[in-house]
């Protein structure tokens, strides 16, 4: 089994910066590759951002030029770093993590107001 533990997020403005970080424990050698999803009520769970064990990082289309992903997948560990944020970017935020199963964080809120 494969833990995920999520932090960061929260309450930030427009054009403002977050960041969130997500640490796996357990069997963390299965793990091939991690991502973070987002979703909103009513919507469906879709992926922000994927890296793969060898290092490939792709971006959804409307983050490419805004966030930042690192990571260390054979620590499962995988951060996101979050710059001018927008009122669409507001979310619950799920790590992910896929080897033989998925396993999910529980998630966390980013909320973008003014």
């Known amino acids: 089994q494969v833990q995920l533990v999520e932090s960061g997020g929260g309450l930030v403005r427009p054009g403002g910066s977050a960041e969130l970080s997500c640490q796996a424990s357990?069997?963390?050698?299965?793990?091939?590759?991690m991502a973070w999803y987002r979703q909103t009520p009513g919507k469906q769970r879709e992926r922000v951002v994927l890296?793969?064990?060898?290092?490939?990082?792709n971006y959804e289309d409307s983050v490419k030029d805004r966030f930042n992903a690192s990571g260390d997948i054979v620590r499962g560990t995988l951060n996101l770093q979050m710059n001018n944020l927008k009122l669409e970017d507001t979310a619950v935020y799920y790590c992910?993590?896929?080897?033989?199963?998925?396993?999910w964080g529980q998630g966390t809120q980013v909320t973008v107001s003014s």
């Open positions: 992910n993590a896929n080897g033989p199963y998925g396993y």
């Open positions: 357990g069997m963390i050698f299965v793990i091939g590759n």
């Open positions: 890296i793969s064990k060898g290092g490939n990082i």
